[in-house]
T-cell receptor, first 113, second 114 residues
Framework: GNSVTQMEGPVTLSEEAFLTINCTYT??????LFWYVQYPGEGLQLLLK?????DKGSNKGFEATYRKETTSFHLEKGSVQVSDSAVYFC????????????FGPGTSLSVIP | DVKVTQSSRYLVKRTGEKVFLECVQD?????MFWYRQDPGLGLRLIYF???????EKGDIPEGYSVSREKKERFSLILESASTNQTSMYLC?????????????FGPGTRLTVL
């Protein structure tokens, strides 16, 4: 079945550091890929998405590229801020199950001044 | 803006009580979902619904039931709450057109069962 693996956290970075959170997936068919973010005390919200191979999703300085050859969708940001402290979830939808979204376990990010 | 609201942010119940968690969305979405979120386990799908009066089991439906009498409302029911159901419950909704559609989440209900 479909699955998502992402790097274990927690991740602690200093402000302005470079961020990478790794995500790999297993899916049949042609899934769409997502990154969701959950700020403290809130529900999840979509950060970015990509719907086909080689697409790059971007939002708020974050980027991720859909790499079918490596089945990956790594999240990157060039310079993190304290306000980026949150839990980040990689997810996929489609392939053989169009309406369900499969979430990774989440990676907690703390950015310190 | 899409809004998904949940009836309570925090709820404390006793073992054996019947618990209702309500979720309402205002974007005419066909799909609605209930997840529970636990540390180290991420989000796990309990039930989902792709139309009024339709429901499908997710990955962990045991001990839960759902009701969808109106398109905008999706209720999660714990028939007899147990301590292992202490968790954060998240409701979400989306359009039913393709797998590329975003899910919109409510703020969550943190349920404690004593």
């Amino acid at each position: 079945g479909n699955s998502v693996t992402q790097m274990e956290g927690p991740v602690t970075l200093s402000e302005e550091a470079f961020l990478t959170i790794n995500c790999t997936y297993t899916a049949t068919g042609y899934p769409s890929l997502f990154w969701y973010v959950q700020y403290p005390g809130e529900g999840l919200q979509l950060l970015l998405k990509a719907t086909k191979a080689d697409d790059k999703g971007s939002n708020k300085g974050f980027e991720a590229t859909y790499r079918k050859e490596t089945t990956s969708f790594h999240l990157e940001k060039g310079s993190v801020q304290v306000s980026d402290s949150a839990v980040y979830f990689c997810a996929l939808s489609g392939g053989t199950s169009y309406d369900k979204v499969i979430f990774g376990p989440g990676t907690s990010l703390s950015v310190i001044p | 803006d899409v809004k998904v609201t949940q009836s309570s942010r925090y709820l404390v119940k006793r073992t054996g009580e019947k618990v209702f968690l309500e979720c309402v969305q205002d974007m005419d979405h066909e799909n609605m979902f209930w997840y529970r979120q636990d540390p180290g386990l991420g989000l796990r799908l309990i039930y989902f619904s792709y139309d009024v009066k339709m429901k499908e089991k997710g990955d962990i439906p045991e001990g839960y039931s759902v009701s969808r009498e109106k398109k905008e409302r999706f209720s999660l029911i714990l028939e007899s709450a147990s301590t292992n159901q202490t968790s954060m419950y998240l409701c979400a909704s989306s359009f039913r057109t393709s797998g590329s559609n975003e899910q919109f989440f409510g703020p969550g209900t943190r349920l404690t069962v004593l």
